[in-house]
């Protein structure tokens, strides 16, 4: 088998392909502050899943902010190239990749042949991530995952314009006092997020088909505006999008293989 191990800021993900291609099983966990000690409880539980052993892997590859931190993978590999490996696997006519992450925001042009055409990130600030959205979750007193049903039931979204998580929150409390929905409210800090995401893809150019990985692309509220915003429809993946990265890391890792056993 061949595994692929992503360390995030926030979640670590960890994946086992066949030798046919097949994904066996994958885990998702909270991130530890340690990366070895959360890439080795992703690869234990995706181990007893697939009711394998470590000794069945033949290559494994690390990817996310703390790959190099995991001491059992056989090389690393950065998330830029993994998450534009496991969406193109995933989906061969995708050629724009937004990555939403705990605690930064990529997005990714995909050549025809699967290379990283081009890329920009913002990981100066927390706005546009996953922690974003928590934080402000956090000031509504909404669960996070609920944050996506109240955007759809908003009429008119409120306006958002800080960059500033902290300042944002301060908007936030300001239109609840002001007598303003929670849902607009919602909907008003997905639109912010949105626009955020568009300016970085217009930087890379918006070439279809666009999809969205990471944890966020698990929210509807926030990918229907993305959509709305980018003019293009954000195709969604036929697996969990949380687990693009660790997915293009095994399919790295198979890849990897093969021509080692080639040479």
């Given at each position: 088998m061949f595994a692929g191990v992503d360390i995030g800021s926030t979640t670590g993900k960890a994946l086992l392909l066949d030798e046919e291609g097949n994904v066996v099983g994958f885990h998702i966990t909270e991130a530890t502050p340690r990366p070895e000690k959360t890439a080795r409880i992703c690869l234990d539980a995706v181990l007893e899943k697939a009711k394998a052993k470590e000794k069945d892997i033949a290559y494994m590859v690390g990817t996310g902010?703390?790959?190099?931190?995991?001491?059992?993978?056989?090389?690393?590999?950065?998330?830029?190239?993994?998450?534009?490996?496991g969406a193109k696997w995933l989906c061969p006519t995708v050629r724009t990749v937004v990555d939403i992450g705990g605690q930064d925001c990529k997005?990714?042009?995909?050549?025809?042949?699967?290379?990283?055409?081009?890329?920009?990130?913002?990981?100066?600030?927390?706005?546009?991530?996953?922690?974003f959205?928590?934080?402000?979750?956090?000031?509504?007193?909404?669960?996070?995952?609920?944050l996506s049903e109240l955007s759809k039931r908003a009429d008119t979204p409120a306006l958002i314009s800080a960059q500033c998580s902290v300042f944002a929150e301060s908007e936030i409390i300001t239109q609840l006092n002001e007598g303003n929905s929670v849902e607009n409210v919602v909907a008003?800090?997905?639109?912010?997020?949105?626009?955020?995401?568009?300016?970085?893809?217009?930087?890379?150019?918006?070439?279809e088909d666009l999809t969205v990985t990471g944890g966020c692309a698990k929210n509807d509220g926030l990918i229907r505006i993305l959509q709305e915003k980018a003019g293009v429809r954000v195709v969604h993946l036929r697996e969990d999008p949380q687990i693009v990265g660790a997915l293009g890391a095994a399919v790295l890792a198979q890849e990897k293989w093969r021509k080692k056993m080639a040479a």
């Open positions: 902010y703390g790959r190099v931190k995991i001491p059992f993978a056989s090389e690393n590999i950065s998330e830029i190239t993994c998450h534009a490996t997005v990714i042009g995909v050549r025809d042949d699967g290379k990283v055409r081009e890329f920009v990130m913002n990981d100066k600030c927390a706005a546009g991530t996953g922690r959205l928590e934080s402000q979750a956090r000031v509504l007193g909404v669960k996070i995952e609920d008003g800090i997905h639109v912010a997020i949105a626009s955020r995401l568009i300016s970085l893809l217009k930087r890379v150019g918006i070439q």
